[in-house]
């Protein structure tokens, strides 16, 4: 850790609790270990966090501000929506193909956390959603609204086929028919009815 300030001692501890869940999941990975493995004090991680789940949700909050930032420069490079689609595919394949991929934190905390009230599904439906909804912006400007909602819908669904499939170890499949059937998606959606 370079600082001592507080927000550079939370950000530590946030970090070294994101490395631990991606690896060995949420429920398995207790707060004495993330205070050991941050090397911090007790008092430390009960003054930042209070209580796991919120750490968790700080996890799931500056995971999903690193992929939107990510997104919007990747976003920068593209011209029309196909090519902005196509940005998210790459980004995709590229996390599919590190060496420390894990899948989906934001999939693995919908599973461990089952209860739609719970403050940590709550905050993986946001990033979902929110990605969901950056999709079908990008598609309603060159389709109608309805158009591009059930074209994001069906978009969220194949990126989250893909990353299990990735998940499971087949990346070029998962990759090449992700890549597929966004173009087929799209193309469908721009159809007149």
């Known amino acids: 850790m370079t600082s001592s300030s507080p ?4 950000q530590h501890v946030v970090d070294t609790a994101y490395a631990l869940f991606r690896r060995d999941g949420f429920h398995a990975t207790g707060i004495d270990r993330i205070i050991a493995e941050a090397d911090i004090a007790k008092m430390t ?16 909050e500056h995971r999903a501000a690193r992929f939107e930032r990510q997104l919007d420069r990747l976003r920068a490079t593209a011209d029309t929506a196909e090519a902005k689609i196509a940005t998210i595919l790459d980004w995709h394949e590229r996390w599919f193909r590190d060496p420390d991929f894990h899948g989906c934190l934001f999939a ?16 993986a439906v946001r990033q979902k959603n929110g990605l969901r909804a950056r999709m079908c912006s990008f598609l309603e400007a060159e389709m109608p609204p309805e ?6 819908a069906a978009l969220l669904m194949l990126i989250e086929g893909a990353t299990l499939m990735a998940q499971m170890g087949d990346v070029d499949a998962a990759v090449d028919n992700a890549r597929k059937a966004a173009s ?9 009815r």
């Open 184 to 192: 087929a998606i799209i193309a469908g959606a721009r159809l007149p």
């Open 7 to 10: 927000s550079a001692k939370r």
């Open 147 to 152: 158009r591009a909602e059930a074209a994001a």
């Open 45 to 60: 991680m009960y003054r930042h966090f209070p209580a796991k789940d919120e750490l968790i949700v700080a996890v799931l």
């Open 108 to 123: 693995h905390a919908l599973a461990e956390f089952g209860d739609p009230d719970h403050p940590v599904f709550k905050a």
